[in-house]
């Protein structure tokens, strides 16, 4: 099985969700996918679909009503995944921490395994934290065992959130 | 030997995925060089597809399994029957079987992304079948036979009697490869897109697993259909292929996408005109070609 570590490891597909902010991190994030910084050299693509993805990166500041969307996305990713949040907004809300309509942190809506600040961070940081998390994608386990996690403790996914009823 | 033609589909079925993921992770290196960057290793095309065969089985329905596997399992046969030298118009409706199972799972989900995207690779299908249409009858005009182990052994290339004809196949190469200008159905291994991920929306984990393998079947598929066009040696046709290829990744890193119907339009008056100026053309004279 330390092929299908090693795949894991090698091809991260991520998934940018920008909850509505400042845009400064979103724009870095862009900045990955340029011949500069090239994340494909890891072997990681950005999709634009959640359905596709391995990670979920996040950045701004969740609202209560964007958090809702984080969830149903969240949801839509089969496992194993990971969740990286993207600048001190997405962490702790930054100086956005206590306003009443704001969580304090994407922490508080979904599991976050991976945490980048700055304001904006560099991408350099960026990549680490992306790179860490393809490492926590490495450690899921394999095999049948998995399948038996998944259906104890998430949630069904793909259906979840209000687009399933439709 | 009774099993010679079962132990060829076999080896051919095996070592095909090794060849189309190679060429893939080729494609996605010399992209990449194209566009100053590093790129992935030539062996991503394989993590990829590891990686998505163990991720979590996330299905909208079941319908759409099935018709993921038909398409891996229609164009696979398509090309088992290329390399057993059978009929070029039966391969050409078992490959055409095998976009319609594609096109069938994309509407089988609610999904409106997925809807458009299927509806798009209608309108690939209707593009380009006609020149694929067309070259099988100036192959049959030249050579005298739709059997592709006939057309192997005729003793000129097909070449220069069928220029036009590789003009149109071109196009259909870039067109059902879903390369740049024509990756309007979905589009791969790029980080641009339109309408999410179009008729892949609703495929995941393994079954997206699935239809990539399909695709090296596919890539694999057009790139020995235009070895045929060169077929007097097996290093002219691996050559030929490898052009066609070379080409085709070209194309895809110097053009924007266009629309639907602008694809339709070119498809037609350029690619079906040049493929019917050129089958019009055996048809008068090429009895008295060498």
Same mark, same amino acid.
């Given at each position: 099985m330390s092929i299908v570590r090693w795949a894991r490891g090698k091809s991260p597909w991520y998934f940018h969700y920008e909850t509505g902010s400042c845009n400064g991190c979103a724009i870095e994030v862009f900045a990955l996918q340029t011949p500069l910084y090239d994340l494909e050299r890891f072997g990681i693509m950005n999709t634009g679909n959640p359905k596709h993805a391995d990670l979920l990166l996040v950045t701004g500041c969740v609202g209560y009503r964007s958090g809702r969307v984080l969830r149903n996305l969240y949801h839509q990713m089969p496992g194993p995944k990971a969740v990286v949040a993207i600048g001190v907004c997405a962490l702790t809300g930054g100086i956005f921490h206590d306003c009443y309509n704001l969580a304090p942190g994407a922490d508080k809506v979904i599991p976050v395994d991976v945490y980048v600040p700055g304001c904006a961070p560099w991408p350099e940081a960026m990549i680490d934290g992306i790179l860490l998390a393809a490492e926590k994608l490495r450690g899921a386990p394999v095999a049948r065992d998995r399948r038996r996690l998944v259906e104890e403790e998430e949630p069904p996914a793909g259906g979840a959130g209000e687009e399933g009823k439709a | 030997?009774?099993?010679?033609?079962?132990?060829?589909?076999?080896?051919?079925?095996?070592? %095909?995925?090794?060849?189309?993921?190679?060429?893939?992770?080729?494609?996605?290196?010399?992209?990449?060089?194209?566009? %100053?960057?590093?790129?992935?290793?030539?062996?991503?095309?394989?993590?990829?597809?590891?990686?998505?065969?163990?991720?979590?089985?996330?299905?909208?329905?079941?319908?759409?399994?099935?018709?993921?596997?038909?398409?891996?399992?229609?164009?696979?046969?398509?090309? %088992?029957?290329?390399?057993?030298?059978?009929?070029?118009?039966?391969?050409?409706?078992?490959?055409?079987?095998?976009?319609?199972?594609?096109?069938?799972?994309?509407?089988?989900?609610?999904?409106?992304?997925?809807?458009?995207?299927?509806?798009?690779?209608?309108?690939?299908?209707?593009?380009?079948?006609?020149?694929?249409?067309?070259?099988?009858?100036?192959?049959?005009?030249?050579?005298?036979?739709?059997?592709?182990?006939?057309?192997?052994?005729?003793?000129?290339?097909?070449?220069?009697?069928?220029?036009?004809?590789?003009?149109?196949?071109?196009?259909?190469?870039?067109?059902?490869?879903?390369?740049?200008?024509?990756?309007?159905?979905?589009?791969?291994?790029?980080?641009?897109?339109?309408?999410?991920?179009?008729?892949?929306?609703?495929?995941?984990?393994?079954?997206?697993?699935?239809?990539?393998?399909?695709h090296w079947y596919e890539l694999v598929l057009l790139l020995g259909l235009a070895g045929l066009f060169w077929a007097t040696s097996v290093w002219a046709a691996a050559g030929v292929a490898l052009l066609v290829y070379l080409a085709a990744i070209t194309v895809d890193n110097v053009s924007a996408r266009v629309t639907w119907a602008w694809m339709l339009r070119f498809a037609w008056q350029a690619g079906l005109g040049l493929a019917a100026i050129n089958v019009v053309w055996l048809y008068l004279w090429g009895a008295g070609m060498p």
């Open positions: - | 030997m009774v099993y010679r033609p079962l132990l060829i589909a076999f080896g051919v079925l095996v070592l %095909a995925p090794l060849l189309g993921g190679l060429l893939t992770g080729f494609d996605r290196w010399l992209s990449a060089r194209l566009q %100053a960057r590093v790129g992935p290793p030539l062996w991503q095309p394989f993590a990829d597809l590891v990686k998505l065969w163990h991720k979590d089985r996330l299905t909208v329905n079941v319908v759409q399994i099935l018709y993921a596997n038909a398409y891996l399992l229609f164009v696979a046969a398509a090309l %088992a029957e290329l390399a057993l030298g059978h009929d070029l118009l039966m391969l050409l409706f078992t490959l055409a079987f095998g976009t319609i199972s594609l096109v069938l799972g994309g509407f089988s989900v609610r999904s409106p992304y997925s809807r458009f995207g299927a509806q798009r690779e209608i309108m690939q299908l209707l593009a380009y079948e006609p020149i694929l249409v067309l070259m099988v009858v100036a192959i049959y005009l030249r050579t005298g036979s739709f059997l592709v182990s006939r057309v192997v052994v005729f003793p000129r290339p097909l070449l220069p009697s069928l220029p036009l004809i590789f003009l149109g196949y071109l196009l259909v190469v870039v067109i059902k490869l879903r390369k740049s200008p024509f990756d309007l159905a979905t589009s791969l291994h790029h980080p641009h897109q339109e309408l999410v991920k179009g008729i892949l929306t609703d495929y995941s984990g393994p079954y997206l697993g699935i239809i990539e393998l399909a």
